[in-house]
């Protein structure tokens, strides 16, 4: 199995609400990521985790709460969010170790939209 | 610090025709991976091809080569023989080898257009 599954594939909210966003991997790998995409912009990285554990925050705040409950599983709670982080999340896992180009591997996204 | 740059913002190509992607780096590491990755309008990010700092020869996958040039910094991909299903965004990026789940550096993106 190499595939990232992510869920749901579209999400609507308003700026008071509180919702989820869901990846699961099974390759094996222990690393997992989140990333927030702007339309015709690269992916911008906001949260890695390795061996479960968050190894990376790049200054994400803090209506932007990940959670990793175990290897294979990634979630983005998401509270109180505003209009400009619509966006595309997308998820992605890779394997960890040294001497190894460790290649990402995506899922097919969230596209949320804030109103 | 590492930098990728994608001077291309859109490229067209006529089908079945053969098309290359600029992409330049910079990083001071001595090892590193490049990729490339196709994102269509649906949103997934897919992985093409890689290419290793210390890999001799270019790599090569399917219809997708990668034309590295170390000694000029450039890692540009070829599609050889165009689909329309090559219509996409095309993103460079970097990543240190021996990296604990470190940062991928991303390139700002070309549009592919496929033209019949």
């Known amino acids: 199995d190499t595939e990232v599954t992510q869920t749901p594939k579209h999400l609507v909210m308003g700026m008071t609400n509180k919702k989820s966003l869901k990846c699961e991997q099974h390759?094996?790998?222990?690393?997992m990521y989140w990333y927030k995409q702007k339309a015709k912009k690269p992916p911008e990285l906001m949260f890695v985790?390795?061996?479960?554990?968050?190894?990376i925050n790049e200054s994400v705040p803090s209506r932007f709460s990940p959670e990793c409950p175990n290897s294979s599983l990634l979630n983005l709670h998401l509270h109180a969010l505003q209009p400009e982080d619509s966006a595309l999340y997308l998820c992605?896992?890779?394997?960890?170790?040294?001497?190894?180009?460790?290649?990402?591997?995506f899922g097919p996204g969230t596209r949320l939209t804030v109103l | 610090a590492q930098k990728i740059t994608q001077t291309q913002p859109g490229m067209f190509v006529q089908e079945k025709e053969a098309v290359t992607l600029d992409c330049t780096y910079d990083t001071s590491d001595p090892s590193y991976g490049l990729f490339w990755y196709k994102q269509p309008s649906s949103g997934e990010m897919i992985f093409l091809i890689y290419?290793?700092?210390?890999?001799?020869q270019n790599a090569t996958e399917g219809r997708y080569s990668l034309n590295f040039q170390k000694a000029r910094k450039s890692a540009n991909l070829v599609i050889s023989a165009s689909q329309l299903g090559d219509s996409a965004m095309y993103f460079c990026a970097m990543r240190e080898v021996n990296t604990n789940a470190g940062k991928s550096t991303f390139g700002d993106g070309t549009t592919l257009t496929v033209k019949p």
């Open positions: 992605a896992s890779s394997q960890l170790g040294t001497g190894s180009y460790n290649e990402q591997f």
């Open positions: 985790y390795s061996y479960e554990k968050l190894s």
């Open positions: 390759m094996g790998h222990r690393a």
């Open positions: 290419q290793g700092s210390y890999d001799q």
